[in-house]
Nanobody, 120 residues
Framework: QVQLVESGGGLVQPGGSLRLSCAAS????????MGWYRQAPGKERELVAT???????NYVDSVKGRFTISRGNAKNTAYLQMNSLKPEDTAVYYC??????????????WGQGTQVTVSS
């Protein structure tokens, strides 16, 4: 089994910054990709950013230029640096990790979610 622990959410004023962290532990053969999703009240969960093992990152248009996803030196960690936050960024943010399986399809795991609230 794989466990994901997220941290870094909270309340911030518009224009402020937050940094989310996600640490994966457990039975990990190889991490193919790590990503962040978010879900606002009454809305579907949406992809925010992903980063693959080679370091290439992808972002939803609404956060480009404001958010940066990165991997930690331990490689089992991922960060989401969020700058110039807007009220519409308010949501529960979830970490997602795709783990390669030897001889089988990869498996995705989800963190428990961390609340980000942008409000004055």
């Amino acid at each position: 089994q794989v466990q994901l622990v997220e941290s870094g959410g909270g309340l911030v004023q518009p224009g402020g910054s937050l940094r989310l962290s996600c640490a994966a532990s457990g039975s990990i053969f190889r991490i193919n990709a790590m990503g962040w999703y978010r879900q606002a009240p009454g809305k579907e969960r949406e992809l925010v950013a992903t980063i693959i093992s080679g370091g290439m990152a992808n972002y939803v248009d609404s956060v480009k230029g404001r958010f940066t996803i990165s991997r930690g030196n331990a490689k089992n960690t991922a960060y989401l640096q969020m700058n110039s936050l807007k009220p519409e960024d308010t949501a529960v943010y979830y970490c997602n990790v795709e783990i390669a399986q030897w001889g089988r399809p990869p498996i995705g795991y989800w963190g428990q979610g961390t609340q980000v609230t942008v409000s004055s």
